[in-house]
């Protein structure tokens, strides 16, 4: 904080803003995290030149850090935007020009975001149009944070860059481009998937950050509890049958089902996948990506891959009822098929499946295990404040609760950025079927009676597990209540 303070006295003594405005800017930066000079910019305070000047007093208090760590960075991030303005016309104009010197400093403004974010350990990194500038933000354990705010001239200059990188078209802005590039910091290789899309005000740049290293298979490291991985394991040792993982978008389905197919994986296992996109490699499998130009959809290639004698099969989503019928089929017919669906828990996915056609007597009698799951914040281990839940609060949360229980909320340091959470771990329902659950299939019995039955079979819903793990000191009860939407 005394750092930005001698910017905005700085700026005071030049008769750039007065203390008011001053004081406007910092009670702003208190809730949102921005740097003052965005936010007196944002305000319309000082100018564009401000601006330039107040960016680059922040990026040269950074500088000698990152310069001790090993990083080429720009001297002068006034330097970067000074130059950036002549890349610009002829980026726009001329795109074979573009690998002139002249867009070195852009090349270095870019590294130095990915990098940030890498170092944050961001999963994405959104670049994008702002009202006054161009804002950059990082998804940081599954919320977006806030990063540099830059002048708005930038951000095209940095757009045709990360086009460059993803081999993608420089001179089309109009429709909406995916791309990918490997990018390597401290001799590590990273994959990024980047995606582009049109708005006013400019192209939003997506970049998505896949880390091989990060990836950590097996159902221990998913953090799974004891008594739920023996129950998994019994599924996973099955010769025939489905195995459907459930949940919305960057919920962790994908890690699960890698992490499953490591269970089994060996060279004594045929096993094949079809995804879209494949997001991790790994060894022995044969992963095949879906490429709709080319008419190889989930559809066609579950079709081709049942001429390759699998032993096992991956099919990435049952996005219609085609796929949904050639995968039970397929299970029907001696192999062991894993797959996902985006339903809200586990009990629903019978109901969708009905819905989008398929016969429940197929879902009777393949279907053998259904994981729900979400990701919730880990509770910073540095910061962490313990408290004694009060009787009221324990018989309020529904389920048995130690009476000596201690849970902890998050508070905020500099090891977790001061959000009071550092990481993530997966709270999940699994919903093994039974012959109750199979005669209510049958006569499509709607979701809250089949969850109802699962619970009565054993099933721990996925908010008594996230309940768990709070006990445990693993996350908090705030976290849990959020993402499960459970009203006391």
């Known amino acids: 904080?005394?750092?930005?303070?001698?910017?905005?006295?700085?700026?005071?003594?030049?008769?750039?803003?007065?203390?008011?405005?001053?004081?406007?800017?910092?009670?702003?930066?208190?809730?949102?995290?921005?740097?003052?000079?965005?936010?007196?910019?944002?305000?319309?305070?000082?100018?564009?030149?401000?601006?330039?000047?107040?960016?680059?007093?922040?990026?040269?208090?950074?500088?000698?850090?990152?310069?001790?760590?090993?990083?080429?960075?720009?001297?002068?991030?006034?330097?970067?935007?000074?130059?950036?303005?002549?890349?610009?016309?002829?980026?726009?104009?001329?795109?074979?020009?573009?690998?002139?010197?002249?867009?070195?400093?852009?090349?270095?403004?870019?590294?130095r975001i990915i990098t940030t974010g890498i170092k944050k350990g961001a999963t994405d990194i959104h670049?994008?149009?702002?009202?006054?500038?161009?804002?950059?933000?990082?998804?940081?354990?599954?919320?977006?944070?806030?990063?540099?705010?830059?002048?708005?001239?930038?951000?095209?200059a940095i757009v045709s860059r990360v086009k460059i990188m993803g081999s993608m078209n420089i001179a089309e802005s109009r429709v909406p481009q995916d791309g990918s590039t490997e990018f390597v910091l401290d001799s590590k290789a990273l994959d990024i998937r980047i995606s582009t899309f049109p708005l006013v005000g400019g192209e939003n740049i997506v970049l998505r950050i896949l880390d091989k290293s990060q990836l950590l298979l097996g159902l221990e490291n998913l953090r799974f509890l004891k008594d739920n991985i023996e129950i998994l394991k019994q599924s996973l040792s099955m010769p025939f049958g489905m195995i459907i993982v459930t949940g919305p978008t960057g919920s962790g389905k994908t890690t699960t089902l890698y992490s499953a197919l490591s269970t089994i994986n060996s060279v004594f296992k045929n096993i094949y996948t079809i995804e879209d996109p494949i997001e991790y490699q790994l060894p022995l499998i044969r992963q095949s990506q879906v490429n709709i130009k080319a008419g190889l959809t989930f559809a066609s290639g579950l079709r081709s891959i049942l001429r390759q004698d699998p032993d096992v099969i991956l099919v990435g989503e049952m996005r219609d009822m085609e796929t949904a019928e050639l995968a039970i089929r397929s299970a029907l017919t001696g192999h062991l098929v894993f797959t996902t669906l985006h339903t809200n828990n586990a009990a629903s996915s019978l109901p969708r499946l009905i819905d989008m056609g398929v016969e429940p007597f197929l879902l009777a009698s393949t279907i053998d295990t259904i994981i729900s799951q979400r990701l919730v914040r880990i509770l910073c281990?540095?910061?962490?404040?313990?408290?004694?839940?009060?009787?009221?609060?324990?018989?309020?949360?529904?389920?048995?609760?130690?009476?000596?229980?201690?849970?902890?909320?998050?508070?905020?340091?500099?090891?977790?950025?001061?959000?009071?959470?550092?990481?993530?771990?997966?709270?999940?329902?699994?919903?093994?079927?039974?012959?109750?659950?199979?005669?209510?299939?049958?006569?499509?019995?709607g979701s809250d009676i089949l969850s109802d039955a699962a619970r009565k079979s054993g099933m721990e819903t996925m908010y008594e597990i996230g309940i768990k793990k709070v006990i445990l000191g693993i996350t908090s009860l705030e976290e849990v209540i959020s993402t499960t939407r459970t009203v006391f």
Do not use: W
Not at 60 to 67: A, H, L, N
Not at 89 to 100: A, C, F, G, L, Q
């Open 127 to 156: 670049i994008g149009p702002d009202v006054r500038g161009t804002r950059v933000r990082y998804r940081i354990d599954g919320l977006l944070q806030h990063g540099m705010y830059l002048p708005k001239d930038v951000l095209p």
């Open 1 to 111: 904080m005394q750092f930005r303070k001698r910017i905005g006295d700085h700026l005071i003594e030049a008769g750039l803003i007065t203390k008011e405005q001053l004081e406007i800017a910092l009670e702003e930066q208190k809730k949102t995290g921005e740097l003052i000079g965005a936010i007196l910019y944002g305000h319309g305070f000082i100018s564009q030149k401000d601006l330039f000047t107040v960016l680059s007093m922040s990026y040269s208090g950074e500088y000698t850090k990152d310069k001790e760590e090993g990083i080429d960075l720009p001297h002068d991030m006034k330097d970067i935007v000074r130059q950036s303005s002549a890349v610009l016309k002829t980026t726009v104009r001329e795109p074979e020009k573009i690998s002139d010197i002249s867009m070195v400093p852009i090349v270095q403004l870019v590294e």
């Open 381 to 445: 281990n540095k910061c962490k404040e313990g408290y004694s839940p009060t009787s009221e609060l324990i018989e309020s949360i529904g389920v048995p609760v130690p009476e000596d229980a201690i849970f902890y909320r998050a508070k905020g340091c500099g090891e977790c950025n001061d959000t009071g959470y550092r990481g993530r771990t997966i709270i999940y329902e699994i919903m093994k079927t039974n012959e109750s659950l199979r005669k209510l299939v049958l006569t499509k019995t």
